[in-house]
């Protein structure tokens, strides 16, 4: 056997290549497998790549397996040691991606190795052109989960007590957010509302796939598969659906859910979050991990008495009054009122954002699976939701 000491070989860019990812990848396997890869021109694309000689059933290295950003592993589907390896991989890095290299690859056992976690299977003889090709979809993929980079603004939208319009107001400021959006990237809404979302219904679409793909992808999430969810509205705006049946709220993979915002978050200009009424560590995350939180209210002495409830459960968890605005909704514009906005404001300790006019005509918009906007071209409610728009903006 020869180590990784005396074996590596590092590959330089051929003459006039310029690099379009650099990332640090592996490739282990039998030394009669290397001479495809190691003859002639360097693999384009990449300004480093190791070659380690190891037999199929042989102990991976620490340092590879620490370090690595991409491994290729070579795997003996006659052999369960090696089959064992790459199970061993999987178990001390869930988050490295491998390609299993196999020499006759029939459907079982590739099904077998992605059930496993195993992100791609490559042939040997190797190709070089299309394992350098395979490698390069695979470190593109890890990028965009973690580079860092500036996030977008995440609003998180709750809501006081259950009917008090959190989802109306969302769908409304989603739009009007959009309509003034000059990045080109847009908006979009992800309705965390895991039993009983309505963000689709409200704007009259009926989704094919849900996050529920997203969160059941485990490190196969990507950004293809985060297009698949997002479905495109009349009004301007994306959305990324509830579940389409029941789903309980404690078997949130909270991790998997903060990097799928993260990619939202990379891919729009503006996400906001629509988060359940019934509260959970996971939702707290979000809360936790949004630029603002959003608490819709409205004037009723039950829905402030539950909204200053949760102002304190956010404070407990280190959101401050500072990090919070509360939208006072469906304000009737009268002479006489039981109570105004400014006293909701002294109340509940917290600024007071916007106040939004009550609208008669929304239930019937809803139902037809339109906007205000649709119905009535003048709207009090729509002029409050744009004047909310435009300070989340600024």
């Not at 409205?298 to 509360?326: C, M, P």
Request: charged share 20%; with cysteine; hydrophobic share 50%.
């Amino acid at each position: 056997m020869t180590d990784m000491g005396n074996y590596e070989t590092i590959l330089e860019l051929g003459a006039g290549m310029t690099p379009t990812l650099s990332g640090r990848f592996f490739v282990v396997a039998r030394e009669a497998e290397m001479a495809a890869l190691q003859d002639g021109a360097a693999i384009p694309g990449f300004t480093a790549a190791s070659f380690v000689a190891l037999p199929a059933d042989a102990p991976l290295p620490e340092q590879i397996v620490r370090s690595a950003q991409v491994l290729v592993l070579e795997v003996d589907a006659a052999d369960p040691q090696s089959l064992r390896r790459v199970a061993q991989v999987r178990s001390d890095r869930p988050d490295l991606p491998i390609i299993a290299a196999l020499n006759q690859a029939d459907v079982s056992l590739v099904r077998a190795l992605i059930r496993q976690g195993v992100a791609d299977v490559a042939s040997l003889p190797f190709a070089r052109e299309e394992l350098a090709a395979q490698i390069f979809d695979q470190l593109s993929k890890v990028a965009e989960l973690t580079l860092p980079g500036d996030l977008s603004p995440m609003f998180s939208v709750v809501r006081s007590t259950g009917g008090c319009g959190a989802t109306t107001v969302v769908t409304h400021l989603a739009a009007a957010m959009a309509a003034s959006d000059t990045s080109g990237r847009g908006v979009c809404v992800v309705d965390l509302e895991l039993q009983n979302g309505d963000v689709a219904a409200f704007v009259g679409e009926v989704p094919q796939v849900t996050i529920s793909a997203l969160l059941e992808a485990g490190e196969r999430l990507d950004i293809d598969l985060l297009r698949s969810t997002i479905t495109e509205t009349r009004f301007g705006f994306s959305v990324m659906a509830a579940p389409d049946v029941i789903t309980p709220l404690d078997t949130m993979d909270v991790d998997q859910l903060l990097r799928i915002l993260r990619l939202l978050r990379r891919q729009f200009a503006y996400v906001l979050i629509d988060l359940p009424a019934a509260w959970t560590n996971w939702a707290l995350s979000v809360a936790l991990a949004s630029s603002r939180v959003l608490l819709i209210s409205d004037l009723s002495i039950s829905s402030l008495r539950q909204a200053k409830r949760r102002l304190e459960l956010l404070s407990s968890v280190g959101i401050g009054r500072d990090s919070v605005s509360v939208v006072v909704n469906r304000v009737e514009r009268r002479l006489f009122k039981t109570i105004g906005v400014e006293e909701v404001g002294e109340a509940l300790g917290c600024e007071v954002l916007a106040s939004l006019a009550l609208e008669n005509d929304l239930r019937s918009a809803q139902d037809q699976g339109l906007l205000i906007t649709s119905v009535t071209s003048r709207s009090r409610f729509a002029g409050d939701i744009r004047a909310l728009a435009a300070k989340l903006s600024g």
